[in-house]
């Protein structure tokens, strides 16, 4: 059985005593919680921040939304797994749509942080998902094949299993036009597959796979109850922690 995850990606948002003070009215609202993983994604500045706040709160973890893939060095600008390991970091999000849009991220380099973040022990969660225009075309699932055997070649078995893979189709990110549930398992079932084709059944079967793209309290439950969609990847909703806990709630409704 896999434990759902939900996650914060607070994007370029939050100062420190904002995040803060999220933290604290979201342990009010979710309390002591084992059933769902949460985890916060908050900017670089505020991961001390958060992690502060967060004290002994078991089950929410806190991550960071990139790295760069070198472990140290000559790099301005640059956080590497191993500065992130220092502040009590879990997970990373890597090739998120934005950073391979904006910041010009191929495959080729999301593979190359991927191995860096499992070398240093880091959890990543890996954004994958498809253009409106390559859906249009009927080229969902070629797209999401390229992009999850681009992104996780090299890695063993142990090293996929404790890979999260989030499916974010580009049209509904930041849109407010979620996939439907439908749209959402369909694809959540070819990755899966596409996983059994790279490792195993045992290990696809373990691997967790997130949905995100205008996820909100009004549309979580039902996208979380298909039977591959493993939790969320939550943007503009994630800000105001009252609609987070509620979609943390769904999770756990639907766990
Ligand atoms: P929105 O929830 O704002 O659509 O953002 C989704 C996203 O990009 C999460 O990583």
Redesign the pocket.
């Known amino acids: 059985m896999r434990k759902k995850i939900v996650a914060a990606?607070w994007k370029m948002n939050m100062m420190q005593a904002r995040s803060a003070r999220f933290v604290e009215s979201l342990l009010l609202e979710i309390g002591d919680i084992s059933d769902v993983e949460v985890v916060i994604l908050p900017p670089f500045t505020a991961i001390a921040k958060v992690t502060e706040a967060l004290g002994t709160a078991p089950n929410i973890k806190v991550g960071a939304q990139n790295m760069h893939w070198e472990r140290s060095g000559a790099f301005t600008g640059e956080i590497s797994a191993a500065l992130l390991r220092d502040l009590f970091v879990h997970y990373v999000?890597l090739g998120?749509?934005?950073r391979r849009t904006l910041f010009g991220e191929t495959d080729e380099i999301v593979n190359r942080k991927v191995c860096a973040a499992h070398e240093a022990a880091l959890h990543p969660i890996v954004?994958v998902g498809e253009t409106l225009a390559q859906r249009d075309k009927g080229n969902v699932d070629k797209i999401l094949a390229i992009q999850l055997r681009g992104s996780l070649a090299g890695l063993g078995a142990k090293e996929l299993q404790d890979t999260v893979i989030?499916y974010?189709p580009v049209w509904?990110?930041?849109?407010g036009r979620n996939a439907t549930p439908e749209q959402a398992q369909e694809a959540h079932t070819f990755i899966r597959h596409t996983l059994r084709e790279m490792a195993d059944g045992t290990v696809a079967e373990r691997v967790r796979i997130q949905y995100?793209?205008?996820?909100k309290p009004e549309n979580a439950r039902e996208l979380m109850s298909q039977p591959d969609v493993d939790g969320a990847?939550?943007?503009?909703?994630s800000l105001d922690p009252r609609s987070f806990a509620q979609i943390v709630q769904a999770a756990r409704e639907e766990g």
């Open positions: 990606n999000v998120h749509s934005e954004c989030a974010e509904a990110i930041g849109t995100g793209g205008s996820v990847l939550v943007g503009s909703a």
